[in-house]
């Protein structure tokens, strides 16, 4: 049986002069996948015009809140990131899936949006103190999520070019690899160590793997940027353990595969496996977040 699609109602064509209004002033219609969470939320901030889908139900309703061609927010872990594609690409939508949590670039499909968040979600709302790096978009749905950010008090720029793109996808990767584990490993807060030499020596031991065009200076400059800003900010361990798959883990798997051995990989970035392995209380080569099994 071939699925449902999306069809205004009666009542919507009757109010269309007055919904393209309301949809300028709120910004839908939209999905927001991943609501209930802390970035969903914020993004959605109680707006009439979004729809908001738990990522329980995304299965069933992902692509069939809204009309074709209206962003479609994925505000999941990047472990749910396949599912997502998977329906949307059955419900032709994937064009329209703007993607914000951590996880690699190569598991964002060519044709949707990324947007780099650089904010924190509190209570519902986003904060970007100052001076933070803009958030930045890139894709179809750039612009719009260009003015969705600043209606929410955030920065956001619109990258248009793929590579410069990539660039500062890799620094906000690095971030969600690299400054977690200094904080957990010193036991401060992010502002304190932005600089620190063990930051530097793990986006070093990372670079490579994050991304082939990293650039080390121009990432240690942006995450020491974004770190100096959040003030008394401890990125969650918790969090980043349960994302290991797409955040250390990713970077692990890319060094075994063209390193060839756990040993080597332990050679080509010694103070990160030492650091994952103290902080996960497992070996990194048996088990979930193994690159290989020894």
Same mark, same amino acid.
């Given at each position: 049986?071939?699925? *449902?699609?999306?069809? !205004?109602?009666?009542?919507?064509?009757?109010?269309?002069?007055?919904?393209?209004?309301?949809? $300028?002033?709120?910004?839908?219609?939209?999905?927001?996948?991943?609501?209930?969470?802390?970035?969903?939320?914020?993004?959605?901030? &109680?707006?009439?015009?979004?729809?908001?889908?738990?990522?329980?139900?995304?299965?069933? *309703?992902?692509?069939? =809140?809204?009309?074709?061609?209206? %962003? /479609?927010i994925v505000a999941t872990g990047a472990e749910a990131w396949?599912?997502?594609?998977?329906?949307a690409r059955r419900r032709g939508r994937v064009s329209d899936?703007?993607?914000?949590?951590?996880?690699?670039l190569e598991w964002i499909p060519d044709e949707s949006t990324?947007?780099?968040?650089?904010?924190?979600?509190?209570?519902?709302?986003?904060?970007?103190?100052? !001076?933070?790096?803009?958030?930045?978009?890139?894709?179809?749905?750039?612009?719009?999520?260009? +003015?969705?950010?600043?209606?929410?008090?955030?920065?956001?720029?619109?990258?248009?070019?793929?590579?410069?793109?990539?660039?500062?996808?890799?620094?906000?990767?690095? #971030?969600?690899?690299?400054? #977690?584990?200094?904080?957990?490993?010193?036991?401060?807060?992010? &502002? +304190?160590?932005?600089?620190?030499?063990?930051?530097?020596?793990?986006?070093?031991?990372?670079? !490579?793997?994050?991304?082939?065009?990293?650039?080390?200076?121009? /990432?240690?400059?942006? =995450?020491?940027?974004?770190? =100096?800003?959040?003030?008394?900010?401890?990125?969650?361990? *918790?969090?980043?353990?349960?994302?290991?798959?797409?955040?250390?883990?990713?970077?692990?798997?890319?060094? =075994?595969?063209?390193?060839?051995?756990?040993?080597?990989?332990?050679?080509?970035?010694?103070?990160?496996? +030492?650091?994952?392995?103290?902080?996960?209380?497992? %070996?990194?080569?048996?088990?979930?977040?193994? $690159?290989?099994?020894?």
């Amino acid at each position: 049986m071939a699925e *449902s699609r999306w069809r !205004p109602s009666l009542l919507t064509l009757l109010l269309a002069p007055a919904l393209r209004v309301v949809s $300028c002033l709120s910004f839908g219609p939209a999905e927001v996948v991943g609501a209930a969470g802390r970035v969903g939320s914020a993004l959605a901030s &109680d707006d009439a015009a979004m729809a908001c889908i738990a990522r329980a139900d995304f299965q069933s *309703s992902l692509g069939l =809140q809204s009309p074709p061609g209206s %962003p /479609i927010i994925v505000a999941t872990g990047a472990e749910a990131w396949d599912d997502v594609v998977r329906v949307a690409r059955r419900r032709g939508r994937v064009s329209d899936l703007v993607f914000v949590g951590n996880g690699p670039l190569e598991w964002i499909p060519d044709e949707s949006t990324a947007v780099l968040l650089y904010a924190r979600a509190r209570e519902g709302r986003l904060e970007a103190p100052a !001076p933070a790096p803009p958030c930045r978009a890139f894709g179809k749905h750039a612009e719009w999520c260009t +003015r969705l950010l600043e209606a929410r008090g955030v920065a956001c720029s619109v990258v248009r070019d793929r590579e410069e793109f990539e660039h500062f996808y890799a620094a906000k990767l690095s #971030w969600a690899c690299t400054m #977690w584990l200094a904080c957990a490993e010193l036991g401060t807060s992010c &502002d +304190r160590i932005a600089r620190h030499d063990i930051v530097h020596k793990l986006v070093r031991e990372l670079a !490579p793997w994050i991304s082939s065009r990293a650039d080390v200076d121009f /990432i240690m400059e942006d =995450q020491a940027a974004y770190a =100096q800003a959040l003030e008394g900010c401890v990125p969650s361990a *918790s969090l980043a353990l349960s994302e290991l798959d797409a955040r250390n883990g990713w970077c692990l798997k890319r060094a =075994q595969a063209e390193l060839g051995s756990p040993s080597a990989v332990r050679l080509a970035m010694p103070l990160h496996t +030492r650091l994952l392995e103290a902080h996960t209380n497992r %070996p990194l080569f048996v088990g979930r977040y193994s $690159c290989v099994e020894e």
